[in-house]
């Protein structure tokens, strides 16, 4: 059984994807964003700075929270230890790839005990039907997305990683109580970016997201700042 959804305040529903190659970096857009952003989403790039956790302490020191997104995929028993070993960061959501019930079932199990909520990735926002038919897989986004959800649900993983454009299905099918978080959200419509199955802010929180992941549209604004500021109104006016 998945969990109850990760309990969040209404400004702790913007993720922002700090996307950086460093620790300085890092301190730098915390800085400057301040308390406009409670939350952030830590990935790949970063890792390969070897400052990975020390970024994560300064973010927990900061009282912000933390997203790893470094969406684990290998045998069961290794992304078991994964996650076991994840229980002594303050990690608020982790993700793993939604290809493999067995190995979600035993990520699973290993963070039965932790606060940390687990997330499936579903479908890429930057693929689409002709992206998935390359690689053999049969089905249109939306088709495969409802299956991985259930899936990861059904396997005891808290909730998925998708498009908004796939949340309301999501929803339906899954019902309340497991989390949907959606990146590649673009407030002022499609960026013409490889973010291929975008949609807006009040979509995303109309159709059932919990949470939206939002990079690109804040950091490369003149006024990061306000930027987010504007986004934590749209939500707050999408959830009330």
Not at 124 to 149: C, F, Q
Not at 216 to 229: F, K, L, N
Request: hydrophobic share 45%; aromatic share 6%; net charge neutral.
């Amino acid at each position: 059984m998945s969990r109850p959804p990760l309990p969040l305040a209404p400004d702790e529903r913007l993720i922002f994807a700090l996307d950086v190659p460093g620790r300085t970096q890092a301190r730098e857009w915390v800085d400057r964003l301040g308390d406009s952003v409670r939350f952030y989403k830590i990935g790949m790039e970063l890792l390969a700075s070897g400052e990975y956790f020390q970024v994560l302490d300064d973010l927990a020191a900061r009282g912000k929270r933390v997203f790893v997104d470094l969406k684990f995929f290998d045998i069961p028993a290794t992304v078991a230890g994964v996650i076991r070993g994840l229980e002594r960061w303050p990690v608020s959501y982790c993700t793993i790839h939604g290809w493999h019930p067995a190995m979600m079932q035993a990520a699973a199990e290993a963070n039965a005990g932790s606060a940390m909520r687990l997330l499936a990735v579903t479908v890429l926002t930057s693929m689409d039907g002709n992206d998935l038919r390359s690689m053999g897989i049969s089905g249109e986004p939306e088709a495969i997305v409802v299956e991985r959800a259930l899936a990861a649900q059904a396997a005891g993983i808290d909730g998925v990683i998708a498009s908004g454009l796939e949340a309301g299905p999501i929803r339906r099918a899954t019902g309340a109580g497991f989390s949907i978080v959606c990146p590649g959200i673009r407030p002022g419509g499609p960026a013409g970016d490889d973010q291929k199955r975008s949609v807006g802010v009040a979509r995303a929180f109309a159709d059932g997201a919990d949470a939206i992941v939002v990079g690109r549209p804040i950091r490369q604004a003149a006024d990061p700042r306000a930027a987010a500021e504007a986004i934590q109104a749209e939500i707050l006016r999408s959830i009330s």
